[in-house]
């Protein structure tokens, strides 16, 4: 009642999301009813939208990404992957729902993958109003350099791509190279050379406690076939891991590489360099096995 200017305003529930509505005021009194103008309002919310994003893959898992906005409705995130553009598998995002109204990162990881084998996958977005879905995309199961495999890190992958070499994660000792005899006729130093030298170290040394007999003496992770790296094994895996900041290596290491009957090959991990150090003398030992 009264004469003078009023806001008045109503709640409405049990809208459905976008979706465009007319409204308008009514008023009525004893003289008659008054209509204010025709507006409209559209609700929040739209089928979500999904965009998948390229894969992360290794030997035997991959990591998948996509991104995925909800439109301000609730939205379920999955992934569908397989060996057929058919999927056949359907996993959840680790961001499993989605609200708002922005493009969300999502990813899952999935394990189990074999080797050399091409993947179909897409993300998937399902809300009240509809499903979503990212292209297709695909990858290929391979070795990875810096993967942590077969009981190791991967710092060597040969021209198949099902082979290489990988080093222990850590250090295994400081310890001499020497056991007592001197000449072992280790004088491989070419990638690949590394078992062979070690073999016939121990087969010259003997039983005892130095380098090549820790190395073949290892069991770690599960495997029992280490070796005292060649020294341009060692220098692979300097450029391959140290450099990018893996494996925690630190200083000097032996190698198997015998340089005379004094001295065999060291690297210098600081200096990205090599050379010769008595044999009695203690660096750093890494442990490598091939798969």
């Not at 999927?87 to 708002?100: P, S």
């Not at 990638?191 to 070690?198: H, K, R, S």
């Not at 690297?267 to 750093?284: I, Q, R, V, W």
Request: aromatic letters at 10%; one cysteine or more.
């Amino acid at each position: 009642n009264g004469s003078f200017n009023t806001n008045v305003n109503a709640n409405l529930t049990g809208l459905l999301p976008g979706s465009t509505y007319h409204f308008r005021v009514k008023a009525d009194n004893s003289l008659g009813a008054s209509h204010g103008n025709d507006l409209i309002f559209t609700t929040l919310g739209q089928k979500p939208t999904a965009t998948t994003l390229a894969a992360n893959a290794g030997s035997a898992s991959a990591i998948l990404n996509g991104t995925v906005n909800a439109n301000d409705l609730e939205t379920m995130v999955t992934f569908e992957y397989g060996t057929t553009d058919n999927y056949g598998n359907e996993v959840n995002a680790v961001q499993t729902t989605l609200t708002g109204n922005n493009n969300c990162n999502v990813n899952t990881s999935i394990t189990g993958l074999t080797l050399g084998t091409t993947y179909f996958y897409r993300v998937k977005a399902v809300n009240s109003l509809g499903t979503s879905y990212g292209v297709n995309m695909q990858f290929k199961t391979a070795y990875n350099i810096g993967e942590n495999v077969n009981g190791g890190l991967v710092f060597y992958i040969d021209a198949t791509g099902q082979h290489g070499l990988v080093c222990a994660t850590a250090d295994q000792a400081r310890i001499a190279w020497w056991n007592g005899s001197y000449l072992s006729c280790s004088t491989g130093t070419a990638v690949g050379t590394g078992q062979a030298n070690t073999i016939s170290i121990v087969n010259t040394q003997g039983i005892g406690s130095y380098a090549a007999q820790l190395c073949n003496d290892l069991v770690l992770n599960g495997y029992s076939d280490w070796f005292l790296p060649s020294i341009d094994e060692l220098g692979l895996m300097h450029t391959n891991l140290k450099l990018k900041g893996l494996g925690g290596f630190y200083m000097d290491y032996w190698s198997s590489s015998e340089n005379g009957s004094n001295c065999a090959l060291v690297y210098a991990m600081g200096a990205k360099s090599t050379f010769c150090l008595d044999k009695k003398e203690k660096p750093n030992v890494r442990a490598v096995r091939a798969f």
